[in-house]
């Protein structure tokens, strides 16, 4: 069974940084491109970073770039984001998603999910 | 920048009801398109990948059909369990942009 688990959310001041974390089990981590979708409160969906499974190409959306960083360790499995300099308007639950195929653009969209994580940036 | 919208942005209808949700993609999407379904406060769960292909599991009153950058999501017999709200994505390139969203509810 495909397991996501997201964790590492929480309160954070503007300016301040988050790292979240996507533990991943279930399916051969390594051989999957990953991603990150965020939710603002009451609007819908934003596809924010994905990475490949090997870990070398990286693709952000303009919202974040600069500013979030995304990495993994296909040793533990774990899917990781790095959020710096963060505003008011990434409070957001973030999600963890993996493609049905081996990379996004393969054809099968995200067919699992994590639960999600709320991250809120507030002062 | 690449855009995708959705009509109606909200529907209401009976039990029973067909029900149809249309995507449009300002440029050819080549068929990578999904659509998710998402119930209060659960993540998005993948229905239609390929413009019309159903993913295993979702019940064959899902359907969707539509090319190039029109899209349709069509729900044959309204259910109530299908109270959600349905986004489209596109995924054949950077930024993997989603719909705006459609809320369903019954009426």
């Known amino acids: 069974e495909v397991l996501l688990l997201e964790s590492g959310g929480g309160l954070v001041q503007p300016g301040g940084s988050l790292r979240l974390s996507c533990a991943a089990s279930?399916?051969?981590?390594?051989?999957?491109?990953m991603a990150w979708v965020r939710q603002a409160p009451g609007k819908g969906l934003e596809w924010v970073v994905s990475?490949?499974?090997?870990?070398?190409?990286?693709d952000y959306a303009d919202s974040v770039k600069g500013r979030f960083t995304i990495s993994r360790d296909n040793s533990k499995n774990i899917l990781y984001m790095q959020m710096n300099s963060l505003r008011a308007d990434d409070t957001a639950v973030y999600y963890c998603a993996k493609p049905g195929s081996n990379t996004i653009t393969s054809g099968r969209g995200f067919d699992f999910w994590g639960q999600g994580t709320l991250v809120t940036v507030s002062s | 920048d690449m855009q995708m919208t959705q009509s109606p942005s909200s529907l209401s209808a009976s039990v029973g009801d067909r029900v149809t949700i249309t995507c449009r993609a300002s440029?050819?999407?080549?068929?990578?398109l999904a659509w998710y379904q998402q119930k209060a406060g659960r993540a998005p769960k993948l229905l239609i990948y390929g413009a019309s292909t159903l993913q295993s599991g979702v019940p064959s009153r899902f359907s969707g059909s539509g090319s190039g950058t029109d899209f349709t999501l069509t729900i044959s017999s309204l259910q109530p369990e299908d109270v959600a709200t349905y986004y489209c994505?596109?995924?054949?390139?950077?930024?993997?942009?989603f719909g705006p969203g459609t809320k369903v509810d019954l009426k």
């Open positions: 990475i490949a499974g090997d870990g070398g190409t990286k």
């Open positions: 279930g399916f051969t981590f390594t051989s999957y491109s």
């Open positions: 994505q596109k995924y054949n390139s950077v930024p993997f942009t």
């Open positions: 440029q050819g999407v080549n068929n990578y």
